[in-house]
């Protein structure tokens, strides 16, 4: 295999693992709520 | 609203952060540029450092949150990620000075090993900031090592040896010297720091670039060990002595003498520095003269001319 496409796969296989799991980290911290403390809990 | 605020205030103290970081990074490479141009840092391996910053800001944003979990987990992913990436760009340069010099040692499995740490920080990412299931955060991670390995490769296994004329194995010995060298030099550089005299620091300068210039023809041709021994162990030596010697007495005395002195040192320092050099480059000539002197006989003796 040439030099350059190694390379190349090699980055491509980096953004796939590295920049998706980032990304879905992030979407996921901003998307979901934390439980609020239970003294600020709405008490009925 | 008050979240928003908070939010954006804590990504821009980062992102300030980040940039002074860079600020500082770049201007240290610029430095380095000025005074050994073939060192100079390349990019490679700075891909590592940028692409997990979502992670960084997922930390942020957990903080923003109240989420005390997601903060853990993502900041503990990002100081995986972070450390990987470092250990990364250690063994890309390396593996680059391995690459320069004719004789070496086989350098710390490090670039394998920041590999591994990227692999690691994001199966963690996956499985702890994006919540994927184990398995899959686990193909997660091997897919980032096999890209680490096809884009950076594995760390060189092989010491590079030189044998002597006799065929002895002289490679320790070489790369002990040269090491010497290295840090009698960075010494000089250092105790230049120290002393405020505009024309004494650009003499010392010079001084500093032409035994790296000495020092990286000694590494391009060890055999030229022999012939530059007395520079090695006599002037570089002296010279790292001297200059510090001045740099203590001259804070506490300072006379028109000693600086005088000093000036004359450096004077001679650099002719003997340049001559050494203009040695090692001659010794290469006549090296070469030599090689096609006997070559010439040879094809003579041949009849080929």
Known sequence: ?44 | MGRLLLLAGAVLISLTALMLLLKRRIRTMAERYQQTPGRFPSTRGILMFLLPLPVLFAAVASLARGDLGGLFDNAIGYGLFLAGALLLRRGLRLEAEYDRRRVAKAPWPLKTLGGGVVALATGLTAWSGAHYPPAMAGAFGLVALLGCYLSYGFDPRIAKRFTDRDGVDVTNRVLEALTQAETSIAAIEQTTRDIRNAELNSRLRRIVALARRILTLLEEDPRDLRRARKFLNVYLDGAKQVTEGYAKTHGRVATPELEDNFRRVLATIEEVFQEQQQKLLEADVTDLDVQIEVLTTQLKREGVI
């Open chain 1, 1 to 44: 295999m040439p030099d350059y496409l190694r390379k190349f796969i090699g980055l491509l296989l980096i953004f796939a693992a590295v920049g998706v799991a980032s990304c879905e980290a992030l979407w996921v911290s901003c998307c979901t709520t934390a439980a609020p403390p239970a003294a600020l809990a709405p008490h009925n």
